[in-house]
């Protein structure tokens, strides 16, 4: 929008001034667009609209852009560990996938989403993402199947990509760490033509980098090409990303009975080597003032190259015998979204219809192959031993059809009424093959559907109620070789949010109750995959994030839950709490720059997580202790530069873990030096 300021009038008698016409440029923000500052306005995660967050009945979170770059984000599992709701870490420091929980369920392969598409993983491989190539992070809590198809009934993270822009733009970065952290990025865009028809965007990144802990390389080579063509009613956009990364295979750590080393099992037989490519376009048409339309379409394929070893004997002073695995998988998926929009009025009540079909197809084929590696001294580890990499003597591969057709009707009456209605019909087909031969097979259908209300008062408080369902088929099979049956789940939601006017502020707190059917967790002894049964999740979420002053943000949450497990072919665990669900989860995040004087564009920022207590499996036998990391920045901005120093987890809290069976560290302490020139 252009705002003018012309000719100024001085106080009554005294002589008037001409002063020079101003113009300030500047950008509405959108759904999937940047956001200025923490707190974002506008978000299409909840509706598949562009829709205010303060009229979206349900519970929605974003992180944005310039949080991301303040708190120096690694991860997307770094992005979103302030965020109600969100359980970050249960597995201690993994470079490998993006493990979070949210409201209690793992969102980790059914709940990955890049630019509202779906990144299911596979049997072993999983899309990585790399936080510099994305604009903001949209996180919603609950059954979100109506609108994305096969989902958890937690919710699901939708990583929104940087778009091409219309003023021109240059970004370089460089970073140095502890522990050797090494990273060199750029990110460049603007106008290819005179007239702006025709935008690009080139984000690129390059990373040499340690975890915090010993043999944890997180290598990666990013790029991601998009231009955009358009004209006053279309817009078409094509969107690239190629990721080239190696991190560890293995991230268990040797022990003895009465110790856990800090030292990963095979150490120099330890890696994934992962290729992933992804090509696809949105595009958007508006016939009139009523009727528009969008596509959104992706391909992608991954090719995963992993070794690891495991210990298969009784030790012998300081020396076991080891078993190396060779693996090698190939994943090649497609999607499409086709959508219908249309905004009309009947008598009273003003309507946005949204109607879709989607497809989404999935591929899978891997192979293995084990092989004796000797035996290896557990207090060091880098002695080479008689390793020879296994062949690969096993063929499999997994499947995956669905085909969804959704309606949504948003309606606005009243005076500030607000109801959303919704409804979706799945069609999935799942299998698991051997050699090329189908070993399994199921062909299932479910209907889903939700349903809000809100009340937006002028005051800007809006209360509201919804529900929502999910359904999930399943890609994992049982000791007898048989796909599990699908999980389905439904959310109860009553809550409140709030924005002052004219202020940058926004507040929510929610209570809901989370059912779900046919929950499973791996078998930590057969690795097969157990159907628990149904589980129950009842929780209260509190989220701020406010602008109290000129240069001072802050964020903080606090999530309560409480789960049970309610029925279960294990009947001695009915009652119990499924693992990786604390009660209490809590945050902390300000940040304050210097808006004058001399100490003008000096900063500091600091942040403390707090993580409760959690079970580490559905027996209840061992709980973690607590986790309470802190973090702090500082900041200097002058002119085009930007210097600033993140330290992640200051004091260096490392507990040890156990989940599902196996030992696992804390994150520790990570320290980063950034500069960054943009012009």
């Known amino acids: 929008m252009a705002v003018s300021f012309g000719m100024a009038q001085a106080q009554e008698a005294a002589p008037s001034v001409a002063l020079p016409t101003v113009t300030v440029e500047g950008v509405a923000e959108t759904a999937r667009g940047p956001v200025e500052g923490y707190v974002a306005t506008r978000s299409g995660a909840g509706t598949k609209t562009d829709t205010p967050l303060i009229e979206t009945p349900r519970s929605v979170s974003v992180v944005t852009r310039q949080e991301m770059d303040d708190r120096g984000v690694q991860n997307v599992v770094d992005a979103v560990s302030y965020t109600a709701g969100v359980l970050t870490g249960s597995y201690g420091y993994d470079p490998r996938f993006d493990d979070i929980y949210i409201r209690g369920f793992s969102v980790s392969s059914r709940g990955n989403f890049r630019d509202s598409l779906a990144q299911p993983s596979a049997n072993f491989a999983s899309w990585r993402t790399e936080t510099y190539g994305l604009e903001r992070i949209d996180v919603i809590k609950g059954p979100a199947s109506v609108l994305y198809g096969q989902t958890v009934p937690g919710g699901l993270i939708n990583r929104i990509s940087k778009m091409p822009v219309d003023t021109p733009f240059a970004e370089v970065e460089g970073q140095l760490g502890d522990p050797a952290w090494s990273q060199a990025a750029f990110d460049v865009g603007g106008r290819a033509n005179a007239d702006g028809s025709v935008l690009y965007r080139l984000t690129g990144v390059a990373r040499a980098a340690d975890g915090t802990v010993s043999y944890s390389t997180n290598n990666a080579l990013y790029l991601a090409p998009a231009v955009t063509f358009q004209n006053e009613t279309t817009r078409l956009t094509i969107l690239g990303t190629v990721l080239d990364s190696r991190t560890p295979s293995n991230t268990q750590y040797w022990q003895t009975p009465t110790m856990l080393t800090r030292i990963p099992m095979g150490t120099t037989y330890n890696a994934i080597q992962q290729t992933q490519e992804q090509i696809g376009y949105q595009l958007e048409h508006a016939f009139n003032d009523v009727w528009s339309a969008k596509q959104n379409v992706r391909y992608g394929h991954i090719?995963?190259?992993s070794m690891w070893m495991d210990a298969n004997g009784v030790m012998n002073g300081p020396l076991i015998s080891m078993t190396a695995t060779n693996y090698i998988e190939t994943v090649n998926s497609f999607q499409a979204d086709n959508q219908l929009q249309a905004k009309f009025t009947t008598g009273p009540v003003e309507h946005k219809v949204l109607g879709g079909v989607d497809y989404l197809w999935l591929d899978s084929s891997y192979g293995m192959g084990d092989g004796p590696a000797g035996d290896v001294n557990i207090f060091n580890p880098n002695v080479p031993n008689l390793l020879v990499m296994p062949a690969i003597t096993s063929r499999d591969g997994a499947g995956l059809n669905q085909v969804g057709l959704y309606l949504q009707d948003q309606m606005a009456f009243g005076n500030g009424w607000r109801f959303l209605i919704g409804g979706r019909q799945d069609f999935a087909s799942t299998s698991q093959s051997s050699f090329g031969i189908e070993t399994a097979g199921r062909d299932d259908q479910a209907f889903?559907?939700?349903?809000?209300?809100?009340?937006?008062?002028?005051?800007?408080?809006?209360?509201?109620?919804?529900?929502?369902?999910?359904?999930?088929?399943?890609?994992?099979?049982d000791q007898s070789g048989q796909l599990l049956e699908p999980s389905s789940g439904e959310q109860y939601e009553a809550g409140v949010k709030y924005q002052p006017k004219g202020g940058r502020s926004f507040f929510t707190l929610s209570a809901y109750q989370i059912t779900q059917n046919n929950y499973a967790v791996p078998d930590p002894v057969s690795f097969f995959y157990l159907p628990v049964g149904n589980v129950r999740v009842r929780g209260f979420e509190a989220e701020a994030l406010v602008e109290l002053a000129q240069?001072?943000?802050?964020?903080?949450?606090?999530?309560?839950?409480?789960?049970?497990?309610?029925n279960s072919l294990d009947v001695p665990t009915i009652g119990n709490t499924p693992p990786n669900m604390p009660a209490h989860i809590a945050s902390l995040w300000a940040k304050y720059t210097v808006q004058d004087g001399d100490w003008k564009g000096f900063g500091v920022g600091g942040g403390i997580r707090y993580i409760g207590p959690f079970w580490s499996d559905t027996n209840n036998l061992y709980k973690n202790g607590a986790q309470y990391p802190v973090d702090a920045a500082l900041y200097y901005e002058k002119d085009n530069w930007n210097f600033q120093l993140n330290a992640k987890n200051v004091f260096g809290q490392q507990n040890a873990l156990l989940?599902?069976?196996?030992?696992?560290?804390?994150?520790?302490?990570?320290?980063?030096?950034s500069v960054r020139y943009r012009w």
């Open 303 to 305: 090719d995963n190259h």
């Open 448 to 477: 889903t559907w939700q349903a809000g209300l809100l009340y937006a008062f002028e005051n800007g408080v809006s209360p509201y109620v919804s529900y929502a369902t999910s359904f999930l088929p399943s890609i994992n099979v």
């Open 551 to 566: 240069g001072l943000d802050l964020t903080a949450a606090y999530t309560f839950t409480q789960g049970r497990i309610i």
């Open 659 to 673: 989940n599902e069976g196996y030992w696992y560290w804390q994150q520790g302490r990570s320290v980063i030096a």
